[in-house]
Nanobody, 118 residues
Framework: QVQLVESGGGLVQAGGSLRLSCTASGRIFSTTGMAWFRQAPGKDREFVGSTMGSVRVSPRYSDSVKGRFTVSRGSAKTMYLQMNNVEPEDTAVYFC????WGPGYKYWGQGTQVTVSS
């Protein structure tokens, strides 16, 4: 059974930085694709960035975070989201997902709240 746990959320001022972590347990391997999503109040969940766990495949990002956020893998079972130059619009619950399946992912974490103050 796979479990994903996010950590590192909190309150940060606009222009600041924050690093989120996702720690997996169970059958997650270095080649398992993982991703970050976020959901702001009253909005649909949206894609933030993803990594396929291979150095030959570059991470992908949404246009809204490209150049500010970086997705990386610390190990087979950890993924990070480095958030720089954050904006109030980045306020959301951030979710970790793993193992692409069809148009989505098989496994999801419970989320961690990020609040950016102006």
């Amino acid at each position: 059974q796979v479990q994903l746990v996010e950590s590192g959320g909190g309150l940060v001022q606009a222009g600041g930085s924050l690093r989120l972590s996702c720690t997996a347990s169970g059958r997650i391997f270095s080649t398992t694709g993982m991703a970050w999503f976020r959901q702001a109040p009253g909005k649909d969940r949206e894609f933030v960035g993803s990594t396929m766990g291979s150095v030959r495949v570059s991470p992908r990002y949404s246009d809204s975070v490209k150049g500010r956020f970086t997705v990386s893998r610390g190990s087979a079972k950890t993924m990070y989201l480095q958030m720089n130059n954050v904006e109030p619009e980045d306020t959301a619950v951030y979710f970790c997902a793993a193992d692409p399946w069809g148009p989505g992912y098989k496994y999801w974490g419970q989320g961690t709240q990020v609040t950016v103050s102006s």
